[in-house]
């Protein structure tokens, strides 16, 4: 007789031809299923008292089932962003053009020219493989794609301040989401930080009286998700610049976002572009792949060839660099900016330039799906650090459900394709931009269900 039957406990295959547990065997594989359904077992086993009730076949079926959804829920899960932030760090940021998921496919299935030069038939460099296309979109002599936008902060500090001293406005130390703190990742790097100016204002006099032979560079950084106004002042690139020649040390800028385009095309504020920055004298600029740029996680260093050289030469690189699908990612979303056309490939900017007509359209879909739907204007958000307070006009579906906002955010939370929604003032919104038209009978599917 075996232990299960000994306590009075159901077998474990009576479990395993449940249906509604067997369809976890698709998501989690048949081996976790069993164990889980073990594990469960064997919480009963050892808790000395429990009510018979508890240990019926139909209450240890629900254990199992929570357990095995809190499984699911704990791997990596596509899901539907109805939040309207179309830069989501939560969510991944951006989602990647079909172009840049086929060369992960094509690339990463076998092997590759990652460390090879084919023409001379010996080892080659990885940090070679984006380089043309990135230097032809920014203008830059140089460039270096490490793990991303904090690694290259940290390589560039470690690479040339080490145990020397940086000079940053006082206004510009700022926490950026996810706990980037610029003073916390100069001293990880043993650089040494000279604050330059006061909280709102700072003036060239002040990188001036900071200097000292000491100084190893001036880094400027993109403030971010936090702007001041009213009685600032900044000191622009151009005046560092010529300060920094005299100095004759480099001027640094982290541009967090990095567009490589105008933004204003895309209804945006005009953000400084890479080239922008680099033409205004800048001797390095570090940037994200997957923010603005609308490509995978990556850190991007472009500028003076001389100082990306001594970047490459630093052993630390070994250990930020990036991997071949980071790199295969990278290089074919790079190659859709060769055109406009051929750019609205990338998610980032299809969601920007979709009209509010073809929105209305699709919430149209919605409202004569489920009549709970109302079709509302909306305000989506670009997100992705510099830009996160820029506003997109947008259109949500609204739902008041009779049960409360919260429990129906929940309920579309736990579908098997997860739905993020938002509330507002009692409110759920779900914003038509950052939904994957797609993905549009998915959730419409979804509102259907979990109101009905
Ligand atoms: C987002 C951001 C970073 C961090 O970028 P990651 O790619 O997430 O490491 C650093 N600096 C600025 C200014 C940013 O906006």
Redesign the pocket.
């Known amino acids: 007789m075996s232990e299960n039957a000994l306590r009075g406990l159901p077998a474990v295959h009576r479990f395993l031809s449940d249906p509604r547990i067997a369809a976890f065997d698709a998501v989690l594989g048949r081996e976790r299923v069993k164990t889980a359904v073990q594990a469960v077992l064997e919480d009963v086993r050892i808790s000395p008292g429990l009510e018979n009730a508890s240990a019926s076949l139909p209450a240890l079926s629900t254990a199992v089932l929570e357990r095995l959804e809190r499984e699911r829920c704990e791997s990596l899960l596509p899901l539907v962003n109805a939040t309207g932030v179309l830069l989501h760090?939560n969510l991944g940021r951006a989602p990647l053009a079909p172009e840049a998921l086929d060369a992960v496919t094509r690339l990463g299935a076998g092997y590759t020219n990652l460390e090879y030069d084919v023409l001379e038939g010996r080892r080659g460099s990885r940090y070679e493989r984006t380089n043309a296309l990135l230097t032809g979109l920014t203008g830059a002599a140089g460039a270096l794609v490490v793990n991303?936008?904090?690694?290259?902060?940290l390589l560039v500090l470690d690479t040339f301040a080490k145990d020397r001293e940086v000079i940053v406005a006082r206004g510009e130390l700022v926490e950026?989401?996810?706990g980037?703190r610029l003073p916390d990742v100069m001293r990880r790097s043993g650089a040494v930080l000279v604050e330059a100016g006061s909280t709102n204002k700072t003036y060239i006099e002040d990188y001036e009286r900071a200097l000292s032979p000491r100084t190893a560079l001036l880094l400027r950084?993109?403030?971010?998700n936090y702007a001041m106004t009213g009685f600032v002042a900044h000191v622009d690139a151009r005046a560092l610049s010529a300060l920094r020649r005299r100095a004759g040390i480099p001027l640094v800028e982290?541009?967090?976002?990095g567009a490589l385009v105008d933004l204003a095309e895309y209804g945006l504020p005009h953000e400084r572009t890479v080239r922008e920055a680099l033409a205004e004298g800048v001797d390095l600029v570090?940037f994200?792949?997957?923010?603005v740029l609308g490509g995978p996680?990556?850190?991007i260093i472009a500028g003076s060839a001389a100082l990306i050289a001594r970047l490459r030469s630093n052993p630390l690189l070994r250990a930020l660099r990036v991997d071949k699908l980071t790199l295969a990612a990278l290089g074919a979303t790079l190659q859709l900016y060769a055109s406009p056309e051929r750019r609205n490939e990338i998610p980032f900017f299809a969601m920007l330039r979709t009209s509010l007509d073809d929105l209305r359209r699709r919430a149209q879909a919605y409202c004569a799906a489920v009549p709970q739907a109302a079709a509302v204007p909306s305000s989506a958000y670009a997100g992705?650090?510099?830009l996160a307070q820029c506003e997109v006009p947008s259109i949500a579906i609204e739902i008041t459900p009779p049960g409360g906002a919260r429990t129906l955010v929940e309920r579309l939370r736990k579908r098997e394709l997860p739905i993020v929604a938002r509330i507002e003032e009692g409110r759920v919104l779900l914003d038509l931009r950052t939904i994957l038209p797609h993905q549009d009978p998915f959730v419409i599917d979804a509102l259907r269900q979990v109101l009905e």
């Open positions: 760090t991303n936008c904090a690694a290259a902060v950026i989401g996810g980037f950084t993109h403030p971010s982290d541009l967090g976002s570090t994200s792949g997957d923010k996680q990556a850190g992705g650090g510099t």
